[in-house]
């Protein structure tokens, strides 16, 4: 099974769909001859040419709502969000228009749009260039919602992305573009709406998204050599979301804890605690921790960025206080 | 929608007065119909709330004339008169208007957002500006096929002011797509008149669209047939892939912004002289010298029309509550 950077993976979804279907096309910044910010579409534009690999002005209404029209009339646009700081831009457009357009028709439109972005701290790009706003994009009827952590599933999941006939919003998190993992020859779409169960455990299950779930990962770890039994569970798509999969995780281990890079107030976490307390109320046997930033925008000096962001620390400490819990 | 013989016959510049008359027909429908909707929301039928475009019937007619059937467009808040124009039956909008399933968008749409895929209604848009960026797009994918289309937009001079205008524009002359940019300048934001919301004279906003490179066409929005011909001349021009157009249409809002608006910020007197000199259904009457005879005929045609599809949507059948989330996700 070959080893492929999540990077390489987003790459190779996004190649396999431009050589098997001519109504794929991507738009976006800097995305044709630089090859994106992040460098995921590096050598797409030699393969694929500048129609379908097209590089648009700084300009994210257009881009977003361009997508919209040509989705609308049957193509299946995948367009770059160069940092999900600059979905702000977008809003309008992608609450609007691209999730009301079926239901404001009564079903005579849809939108086969994928909106890729990316963003995640770490690296001290300061306040608007790596906030984590998946959340926001859960709250609107119409959107679908995917945050892939490894390059198996970015690369299953994007594909799943781009044939949904919905908007889907994907984020990728930036630090994990250099992650490595197998992934196997043949493309397997993974469907939306379906967690991953990364590591199975018996005291405490940990829902975790993006870069947390390899914070997670290293959390089980550490707490195993204190006796402490972790499952880590992605849900891998913040919307659908596969609550079954979440809920009987709990109801095993009796205790949860949620991480994200977002804040905490507001976060996904907060919909994360909500669901599995209804769902697992007579199993739970402390009250769900949530890890997640601290409620400030991200400063840029490297020690205060640090002390925003959650660790694998951090989940730790939930973890423990979780099991306190009698 | 005209004809291709009527179209052919036009593209040596000049209107039959048979085309005319159904322009007229047309514009005496979209007048009546947004009469007897005006006098349903008053009655309490109609839920939601309204605007009408009476005094604009000359653009919906002209544009849409100027169309094929394959071509789409985007409306906007003030919608009726696009829809009718683009071919939805009066029963269906007005089926839409009353939340029924028989209604052009099945109840979910309602007045702001009334769709017909099937003849090319990509739906009426409830933001400002917000279905412009959309026909850039349904534009790329037809240069993309090669499809001999083109996407037109409708949108207003207050419009004009937002990012998502200047964004979309800019971006379809960069790609040259064949997208029809049509400016409805009623000179009214709401209630904001041009000289609170436009440095420049109300007259002269087709320079925006010159900013960037844009070809643009001008013609009076209350004069049809000055309206079918610059469409026809830039849906022309769009076709054969020479770019975007942005068709600048004067025309005047003769109601309130809503239906009920009490225009506390209008001149009395102002209007009263525009509803005198600027009606479109009366400056074409004049032109077609129709007689009392003539009118009362029309008349009695499209009132019956407009009166049979209130009673097609009162027989309508309502939704099923519970079917309000039946397509949120395809």
């Keep these: 099974m070959p080893e492929l950077t999540y990077r390489e993976a987003v790459r190779d979804a996004l190649a396999r769909a431009l050589r098997e279907d001519e109504s794929v096309f991507l738009m976006g910044e800097d995305i044709a001859e630089m090859g994106g910010s992040m460098a995921v579409t590096q050598g797409l534009l030699a393969e694929f040419g500048p129609k379908r690999i097209r590089n648009t002005p700084i300009s994210e209404i257009a881009i977003v709502g361009s997508g919209i029209g040509a989705a609308i009339q049957g193509m299946r646009p995948v367009v770059e969000i160069m940092y999900e700081d600059f979905l702000t831009l977008s809003m309008e457009q992608l609450v609007n228009q691209a ?46 919602v995917v945050f892939a952590s490894t390059p198996e599933d970015a690369r299953g999941l994007l594909w799943s992305s781009i044939y949904d006939d919905n908007p889907v919003v994907f984020f990728e998190h930036r630090t994990l573009y250099p992650l490595k993992g197998d992934v196997p020859d043949r493309l397997e779409p993974i469907p939306l709406g379906k967690a991953r169960v990364h590591r199975e455990g018996e005291d405490v299950t940990v829902v975790a998204t993006g870069r947390l779930v390899h914070e997670a990962l290293k959390a089980a770890e550490e707490a195993g050599t204190e006796g402490i039994s972790v499952e880590v569970v992605d849900p891998r798509t913040l919307q659908p979301l596969d609550e079954e999969t979440i809920v009987a995780s709990v109801r095993k281990t009796t205790r949860c804890v949620t991480a994200h890079e977002a804040v905490v107030r507001g976060g996904f976490g907060a919909e994360l605690a909500a669901v599995i307390q209804h769902g697992a109320f007579d199993w739970l046997d402390a009250p769900i921790e949530r890890v997640g930033a601290k409620f400030a925008p991200l400063p840029f000096a490297p020690a205060m960025e640090q002390w925003v962001v959650p660790h694998a620390e951090d989940v730790l400490e939930a973890i423990r206080r979780t099991v306190a819990r009698g | 929608m005209a004809t291709v013989e009527e179209r052919a016959e036009s593209g040596g510049r000049r209107v039959s007065e048979q085309l005319l ?127 001999p289309r083109v996407a037109v937009a409708f949108f207003g001079d207050g419009a004009t002011n937002t990012g998502t205008f200047h964004e979309s524009l800019n971006l379809a002359q960069l790609w040259k797509v064949p997208a029809i940019f049509v400016l409805e300048n009623n000179g009214w934001a709401e209630s904001t008149p041009a000289t609170q919301q436009l440095p420049l004279p109300v007259d002269e906003l087709a320079r925006r669209a010159l900013a960037y490179g844009m070809k643009t066409i001008e013609a009076d929005g209350q004069d049809v047939e000055a309206v079918y011909l610059a469409a026809l001349a830039a849906r022309e021009h769009a076709a054969a892939g020479k770019g975007p157009v ?51 005929a029309i008349d009695a045609q499209v009132t019956a029309e407009v009166e049979a599809s209130v009673e097609f949507a009162k027989a309508g059948t309502d939704p099923s509550p519970e079917d309000a989330a039946k397509y949120v996700y395809a």
């Excluded at chain 1, 999730?99 to 005579?108: L, P």
């Excluded at chain 1, 994928?114 to 001290?124: C, K, L, M, P």
């Excluded at chain 2, 007619?61 to 071509?71: I, M, Q």
């Excluded at chain 2, 910020?265 to 004049?286: C, I, Q």
Aim: charged share 25%; proline share 3%.
């Design chain 1, 99 to 144: 999730a009301k357009h079926r239901t404001m028709s009564g079903g005579q439109v849809t939108v086969p749009l994928t909106i890729r972005t990316q963003g995640g701290a770490g690296w001290s790009p300061g306040a608007q260039h790596a906030q984590q706003l998946e959340a926001w994009f859960v709250h609107v009827p119409g959107l679908k």
């Design chain 2, 246 to 296: 942005l068709l600048h249409l004067r025309t005047y809002r003769l109601t309130g912004h809503y239906v009920g608006d009490p225009q506390v910020y209008r001149d009395r007197a102002e209007l009263k002289g525009e509803r005198e000199t600027k009606d479109p259904v009366e400056l074409l009457r004049a032109r077609l010298q129709l007689t009392d005879e003539g009118l009362a």
């Design chain 2, 21 to 147: 008359k159904t322009f007229f027909r047309e514009m005496l429908l979209i007048r009546r119909f947004e009469e007897k909707v005006e006098e349903r929301f008053r009655a309490g039928e109609l839920p939601g709330f309204l605007h009408v475009a009476i005094g604009q019937e000359a653009v919906a007619t002209g544009v849409c004339a100027a169309l094929e059937r394959d071509d789409v467009i985007a409306s906007t808040h003030r919608a009726h008169g696009h829809a009718i124009a683009k071919g939805t039956s009066v029963e269906r909008i007005m089926a839409e208007l009353y939340g029924k399933l028989e209604g052009c968008s099945h109840g979910y749409g309602g007045s702001m957002h009334l769709y017909d895929v099937e003849v090319g209604n990509l739906g009426a848009n409830a933001v400002v500006a917000g279905g412009i960026p959309g026909i850039v797009g349904a534009a790329l994918a037809f240069l993309m096929r090669g499809e």
